[in-house]
């Protein structure tokens, strides 16, 4: 079982930074690719970025590519996401979720590819 917490949302303008951080419990956190997704009001959840269990390879939308960065720190069960030169339109709801098989060679890119979810961290971006 592999719970997941996020932290490091909060209010921001428009070109600030944050680090969102997503803390799990759970032996087999670090044998998981772990995805990073948001949902802003009224419409779907989107896939933000992912990275492998190993970490040596990331994935990310093409409206985040060049300003977030997701990472990982294995020996301390947390994924993080680097989030630069924010936009309005990155305000929404980001979770973390975490991929149901260990020691996967893919990284799902969309949600149903994920089994653990967090509770979700509010980023609000004015401009």
């Known amino acids: 079982q592999v719970q997941l917490v996020e932290s490091g949302g909060g209010s921001v303008q428009a070109g600030d930074s944050l680090r969102l951080s997503c803390a799990a419990s759970?032996?087999?956190?670090?044998?998981?690719?772990v995805g990073w997704f948001r949902q802003a009001p009224g419409k779907e959840r989107e896939f933000v970025a992912a990275?492998?269990?190993?970490?040596?390879?990331?994935y990310y939308a093409d409206s985040v590519k060049g300003r977030f960065t997701i990472s990982r720190d294995n020996a301390k069960n947390t994924v993080y996401l680097q989030m630069n030169s924010l936009k309005p339109e990155d305000t929404a709801v980001y979770y973390c979720?975490?991929?149901?098989?260990?020691?996967?060679?893919?990284?799902?890119?969309?949600?149903?590819?994920?089994?653990?979810w967090g509770q979700g961290t509010q980023v609000t971006v004015s401009s």
């Open positions: 990275i492998k269990w190993s970490g040596d390879s990331t």
């Open positions: 759970g032996r087999t956190f670090s044998r998981r690719a």
């Open positions: 979720a975490a991929d149901p098989t260990t020691y996967s060679i893919g990284v799902a890119t969309t949600s149903d590819g994920y089994i653990y």
